[in-house]
């Protein structure tokens, strides 16, 4: 009987050490009920940062909480210069993953007109055996000039598919990130990523939604989620400038929706910045990890 009021005593104890060091601990109550979160960084954010000192922007990255990496550095086989391997080590050492990655490989004029992907699709099966090698879940064309016809934006969503099919081959996602201009119509006919969604295969091509473009392009996250339900298996979380602090993005409601937007990752991405690209980058994060919003 002693020995059981013991370890009873002993147990209550323990629990009051352990809330009196919480008690003592600045945010600890914070950090024990939200936790970290996941969260990806498009490494475009840190441009500047990464040409002067790639290791310890990569480093400063991952001790800020980011829990995955977007490259936008990649050519010829490389990522910022590094072998795929290389960059997926440095990345890991920094604490994080290798999530995803830009890469642009527009079609000529010469093979809009005659369809011959041959030379492009070369290129591509080159980017995806290095992605492959680099750990890469999915792979984002990030930029397309608006077509000046409806069979020049056809045959880029049969391209598209081509490319997807290649990339699936090698157990990765293919998709495309949008800017405002998607949101144009072309030849006044249909709204490009609207036709975009509705003529590319779903099994091959997925679509990274920026938000804050799509804002800017005057459409609703939300009301996209809803009409191409499952669609956005990446979404770039963005504002103005650091997150939240525009007012322009409703994070809250396209939160609320992620799953109907079939969202599988998050990634923040600054482009402009009221202080230096580390603290926007920093409270990017912070806005996002202390967010209700964000399971």
Same mark, same amino acid.
């Given at each position: ?36 979160? #996941? ?161 590319? #295969? ?89 967010? #209700?919003?964000?399971?």
């Amino acid at each position: 009987m002693k020995t059981k009021y013991m370890i009873l005593a002993v147990s209550v104890l323990a629990a009051s050490l352990l809330n009196i060091s919480c008690a003592s601990a600045e945010n600890c109550s914070a950090s024990a009920s939200k936790g970290k979160k #996941d969260i990806g960084l498009q490494l475009y954010s840190l441009r500047a940062d990464i040409k002067k000192d790639y290791d310890n922007t990569i480093k400063k990255a991952g001790e800020m909480g980011y829990t995955s990496v977007e490259a936008a550095g990649y050519g010829n086989g490389k990522f910022y210069g590094k072998t795929p391997e290389e960059f997926k080590k440095s990345v890991e050492d920094a604490g994080m993953k290798v999530l995803s990655s830009h890469m642009n490989r527009p079609l000529t004029k010469e093979e809009l007109q005659t369809k011959d992907f041959s030379k492009a699709l070369a290129w591509w099966d080159e980017a995806i055996a290095a992605h492959k090698a680099a750990g890469m879940k999915y792979m984002v064309m990030p930029y397309l000039k608006r077509p000046d016809t409806m069979k020049d934006l056809q045959t880029y969503c049969e391209y598209f598919n081509e490319v997807g099919k290649r990339a699936a081959a090698a157990g990765i996602s293919f998709g495309y990130h949008n800017h405002a201009h998607e949101f144009e119509k072309v030849e006044g006919k249909a709204v490009m990523l609207n036709y975009m969604l509705e003529n590319t #295969d779903p099994k091959y091509v997925f679509f990274e939604l920026d938000v804050y473009w799509a804002v800017r392009g005057q459409v609703s996250p939300v009301e996209l989620f809803q009409k191409y339900p499952g669609r956005f298996r990446l979404l770039h979380i963005k504002d103005h400038k650091e997150l939240g602090q525009s007012g322009m993005v409703g994070f809250d409601a396209i939160f609320n929706n992620i799953k109907t937007a079939g969202a599988e990752n998050i990634i923040v991405e600054v482009e402009r910045y009221n202080y230096t690209p580390f603290e926007s980058v920093k409270r990017s994060y912070d806005y996002l990890n202390n967010a #209700d919003f964000v399971k």
